[in-house]
């Protein structure tokens, strides 16, 4: 079960990655080049992009209570060890509020009805999401 889903949360964390980076470039280059945001292919991009991550943090709830280093709570000393720090407080918090403000962004880009102002919303909220994500990435356990 736990090796699965850490498989499962690897692979998935390159997807998501990926069409994150993808949703936010594509929001960011309709923004300056004044692009109309078409309901099929920018609305299905930045979609993508929502439901990727939100997959994604079901995985990681999942992996969490799975994950050998959720034992470390109890034996104590989660804080001043750095990589248990990282997996068992930074990474979920810091990613979950990454995934706050992309489903945040999301809604509002439906607000808008200017093409400018639904890139804008998307460009904004996706990009600080991509950027908190990948702060507290365990790169040194990532498919090693
Ligand atoms: C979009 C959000 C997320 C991304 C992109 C992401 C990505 C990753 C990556 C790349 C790893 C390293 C995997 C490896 O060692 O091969 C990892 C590990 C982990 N993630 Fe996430 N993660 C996300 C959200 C979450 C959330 C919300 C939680 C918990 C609530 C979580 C819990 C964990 C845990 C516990 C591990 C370490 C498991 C272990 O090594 O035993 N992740 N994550």
Not at 41 to 67: E, N, P, V
Not at 78 to 87: D, G, H, K, Q, T
Request: net charge positive; aromatic share 16%; glycine share 6%.
């Amino acid at each position: 079960m736990y090796s699965t889903l850490l498989t499962l949360h690897s692979y998935w964390a390159f997807l998501t990655l990926l069409v994150l980076l993808f949703a936010s470039f594509n929001a960011i280059t309709g923004y300056y080049g004044n692009r109309n945001f078409a309901m099929g292919k920018d609305l299905r991009i930045s979609l993508f992009a929502l439901i990727f991550t939100h997959i994604q943090i079901l995985l990681g709830l999942i992996l969490y209570f799975t994950s050998p280093y959720f034992a470390m709570w109890s034996e104590g000393g989660v804080m001043a060890n750095p990589i248990a720090r990282l997996i068992l407080v930074e990474h979920p918090f810091t990613n979950i509020l990454a995934v706050a403000l992309i489903t945040i962004g999301w809604s509002k880009h439906k607000k808008q009805e200017a093409s400018k102002a639904k890139f804008g919303k998307i460009a904004l909220f996706y990009t600080i999401g991509l950027i908190l994500l990948l702060s507290r990435i365990p790169y040194s356990n990532w498919l090693n």
